[in-house]
């Protein structure tokens, strides 16, 4: 059975209370720690005593550690296996910094370096060594890891092994042979994420012997969870991320493109936001991780590419801009956020088109790799459940905490956990729900079942295309019903019928939505819908982008943006608090030549006018 965080166990054969001195000692001359965390005093006692263990730990719970100190103690070579060169990385520079003798082996190696690590894994100059599952097995790697002899292996990532898992690598199925290959070395497998299955799964696959179980509390408190239906991307980060002005935030995109693009929406809203995905040069990719963590910049826009090994203590804001595929990933990235205890935030923008976004990704990923027809079906069926698993998430009306805690198999004490949308009452039924469903399940039907959620909603919208008024739809009875929404509003509600199950989609590459026996219960008031009112201030309609470039010369603007950046630069100041963007662009609208008319400009006032003034009309009278 696992022993949870606070139970008291001395161990195998008293084996923590005879290393305790040497461990706090230890823990305190390298890394200068006083105390450790719940669970690795335990973890780090069983791998000193030479026994398998399996440590689930949150993000953010110390389990690098558990693998670090051990070969400290006895002065031996232990075997660090990880998926992500980033990670080995940035923890050999994070061990390096503090004179530990470490080194990682990878692609990215020149021969010389290869070499240098070789040398001084033979002369037992190493305490521990990083690698991949391809590296390790497609090299000769083992005969030096055998002809050297290695006390530990170390398998992080370890739910990467399990096909039951969220993240399941064929690679690591591999890795069980490292116990026929080392029958004397300890096996001790770390992750952040894994459902009772898939840590019986893990032991299984690794051949763990009698291991020492050690799971930790899954729930955050600190950690204020939120879903908001989505409706406008780029809006709704900008307005969330006006709530942690000068604080770390990570926004997490699903595509490479969504991160470049949103990135470049914040920036020339005025904030300093980079994007981070495995496609940008290595090079690139460093800089942003390296300024995030010396906190010179605090948005970074990303791919799940980014945050592993991340040790920025206070990022106070996780942002997902799409659903996360499974729980477990969810889990493991708002663990990024208020690792320091104090209380962060994680808002997921949710919208049930994501579902059939990652749907499409599983199943083309699949056909990418290679497996047999039945292995390939087995993996789809596994991913689209954690799939589902994370769409009830989004769509259940209880508490977050207890939610995610039940997931991982642990009970939830807490009438209500003051710390999610749902127990702070911020959730809000759309007034007219049922009435609202019926007009848009009628709009279907009217349509003939034959196209998309976008066209749906400009019918019931009242629009204008060139669409509409090919197929005669601006004569149907349902045109126009819910002219007073606009068109982002207008498809999440449609998409939540989606989740509900009260209307059908079909697949393909342009999916239509059709009716089922749902719709016709709604229709007939046998079934009472309710919808969630999407989060928009009433009074606000978002305006397209074209209306907000209407008239602005760019080229104008883009110098202004570059003056802009060269000040806050020389002040340490964010770009928007010298002048923000609606400001720059009315003055690239209006093209002001004296002080007055510089005045009339959007965001211009005295202040801004004497100590910009100046400078902004030498830009403006430039560019004539």
């Known amino acids: 059975m696992a022993r949870q965080a606070g139970e008291d166990d001395p161990g195998p054969q008293g084996c923590v209370r005879a290393t305790d001195a040497v461990i706090r000692d230890t823990l305190r001359s390298w890394w200068g720690f006083d105390t450790l965390r719940p669970l690795q005093h335990e973890a780090i006692a069983a791998a000193a005593a030479g026994r398998d263990s399996l440590v689930v730990l949150p993000t953010g719970g110390g389990k690098s550690l558990c693998y670090q100190l051990p070969p400290l103690l006895d002065q031996t070579t232990d075997v ?146 939120r879903v908001v239906p989505r409706t406008d991307k780029a809006g709704q980060t900008l307005e969330i991320l006006g709530r942690h002005a000068g604080e770390a935030s990570i926004v ?74 499974s729980l477990e990933a969810y889990q493991q990235e708002t663990g990024r956020a208020g690792r320091d205890g104090l209380a962060a935030e994680c808002v997921l923008l949710y919208s049930a088109a994501d579902v059939f976004s990652w749907e499409s990704l599983i199943r083309r990923g699949m056909d990418a790799a290679e497996l047999d027809e039945e292995e390939a079906s087995a993996l789809i069926d596994s991913q689209l459940a954690h799939l589902h698993q994370m769409r009830r998430y989004a769509q259940a009306a209880r508490c977050r905490h207890a939610a995610l805690s039940e997931y991982f198999g642990q009970a939830y004490e807490q009438p209500t956990c003051g710390g999610c949308d749902v127990c702070l009452g911020e959730t809000q039924n759309l007034p007219d729900s049922h009435v609202t469903a019926q007009k848009i399940i009628s709009c279907v039907a009217r349509v003939g079942e034959r196209f998309g959620v976008r066209h749906v909603s400009e019918v019931l919208r009242g629009a204008k295309t060139a669409a509409i008024q090919r197929h005669g739809h601006q004569q149907v009875s349902t045109y126009g019903l819910l002219a007073e929404l606009d068109q982002r509003t207008c498809e999440n509600l449609i998409h939540q019928l989606l989740d509900q199950d009260y209307l059908s989609r079909s697949g393909g590459d342009r999916p239509v939505i059709t009716l089922n026996a749902r719709s016709w219960q709604v229709l007939r008031d046998e079934r009472e819908v309710i919808l969630l009112e999407p989060r928009l201030k009433k009074t606000v309609r978002s305006r397209s982008d074209a209306d907000d470039w209407e008239g602005v010369d760019r080229d104008l603007f883009e110098r202004l943006r570059q003056w802009r950046r060269r000040i806050a630069d020389q002040r340490g100041k964010p770009a928007w608090t010298i002048v923000d963007d609606r400001a720059l662009r009315s003055i690239a609208r209006e093209k002001p030549t004296s002080p007055a008319a510089l005045l009339r400009c959007r965001g211009i006032g005295e202040k801004r006018l004497a100590d910009h003034g100046a400078a902004i009309l030498d830009i403006v009278v430039g560019a004539s």
């Not at 945050?307 to 942002?319: A, F, P, T, Y």
Request: hydrophobic share 40%; net charge neutral.
């Open 80 to 225: 660090v296996i990880s998926p992500l060169v980033s990670l080995m990385k940035d923890q050999v520079d994070a061990l390096e910094a503090i004179g530990y003798p470490a080194a990682a082996i990878h692609a990215g190696l020149s021969m010389e370096q290869r070499r240098d690590i070789y040398d001084r894994l033979r002369g037992g100059d190493l305490r521990l060594l990083f690698t991949a599952p391809e590296r390790l097995f497609n090299t000769g790697l083992l005969d030096t890891l055998g002809s050297v002899g290695i006390s530990r292996i170390n398998i992080d990532e370890a739910h990467c092994i399990s096909q039951w898992g969220h993240d399941f690598r064929p690679e690591y199925r591999q890795l069980a042979a490292l116990r026929e290959r080392f029958p004397q070395a300890s096996v001790h497998a770390f992750t952040a994420t894994a459902t009772p299955r898939v840590r019986e799964d893990i032991a299984a696959q690794l051949q763990l012997r009698q291991p020492e179980t050690l799971v930790g509390i899954f729930d955050r408190p600190n950690l204020t969870y």
């Open 252 to 325: 997490y995109c699903i595509s490479r493109r969504e991160t470049e693009d949103l990135a470049a929406r914040l920036t020339a809203a005025g904030l300093l936001a980079h994007p981070y995905h495995a496609g940008l040069e290595a090079r690139q990719r460093h800089r942003t991780q390296e300024a995030f963590a010396k906190e010179t910049i605090d948005v970074v826009v990303a791919t799940v590419a980014f945050g592993m090994g991340i040790d920025r203590s206070n990022v106070r804001l996780v942002l997902h801009t799409a659903l996360p595929k």
